[in-house]
T-cell receptor, first 112, second 111 residues
Framework: NAGVTQTPKFQVLKTGQSMTLQCAQD?????MSWYRQDPGMGLRLIHY???????DQGEVPNGYNVSRSTTEDFPLRLLSAAPSQTSVYFC???????????FGPGTRLTVT | RKEVEQDPGPFNVPEGATVAFNCTYS??????FFWYRQDCRKEPKLLMS???SGNEDGRFTAQLNRASQYISLLIRDSKLSDSATYLC????????????FGKGTKLSVKP
């Protein structure tokens, strides 16, 4: 099993550009999440999904969209990149509500 | 009040030392508890779940005190490879969106 995979590993965007961060898991997990991690802030939840077709907002959803058309994939879209979105983005999946989460290797995004 | 609070660190200890990390959580409805380890510029990785009766995995021991809303992690015989940031994680049980992460405690083990 590859676990949770994320692409790209690194990305530089200009302000106003849009892009999609890809996340996939091969563990048949129903639950998937997106987090951002900034120095001194810890991990903050952006969006999450409890199954295909179901998504919900986390703590910091503004500027981001998600969709979940399959169990395996959970892409994160930046609509119009801003310098405040410079961060490390982690995708995670979990077998259920009370279970541990498994993280992807992250995407380091810089917005200039 | 912050939902999950950890010792700020950093903890600088010599090899072979025993070190303990503490974590408190504010939501009494919290259902499950975990310790994660995060190496510099890497993703968080599950170290161990924390059970009500306490649990041990090799040199690592985790304890949970629901009455005091307190979690601990004890590392015995510290190795250089234990150097990392340790994240306390609490799930308040209303779906994936309610996994709350502490900001982490940095451990540096010196030769």
């Amino acid at each position: 099993n590859a676990g949770v995979t994320q692409t790209p590993k690194f990305q530089v965007l200009k302000t106003g550009q849009s892009m999609t961060l890809q996340c996939a898991q091969d563990m048949n997990h129903e639950y998937m999440s997106w987090y951002r991690q900034d120095p001194g802030m810890g991990l903050r939840l952006i969006h999450y999904s409890v199954g295909a077709g179901i998504t919900d907002q986390g703590e910091v959803p503004n500027g981001y969209n998600v969709s979940r058309s399959t169990t395996e994939d959970f892409p994160l879209r930046l609509l119009s990149a801003a310098p405040s979105q410079t961060s490390v983005y982690f995708c995670a999946s979990s077998p259920g509500t009370f279970y541990e989460q498994y993280f992807g290797p992250g995407t380091r995004l810089t917005v200039t | 009040r912050k939902e999950v609070e950890q010792d700020p660190g950093p903890f600088n200890v010599p090899e072979g030392a025993t070190v303990a990390f503490n974590c408190t959580y504010s939501n009494s409805a919290s259902q499950s508890f975990f310790w994660y380890r995060q190496d510099c510029r890497k993703e968080p990785k599950l170290l161990m779940s924390v059970y009500s009766s306490g649990n041990e995995d090799g040199r690592f021991t985790a304890q949970l005190n629901r009455a005091s809303q307190y979690i601990s992690l004890l590392i015995r015989d510290s190795k250089l490879s234990d150097s990392a940031t340790y994240l306390c994680v609490v799930n308040i049980g209303v779906g994936q969106g309610n996994l709350i992460f502490g900001k982490g405690t940095k451990l540096s083990v010196k030769p």
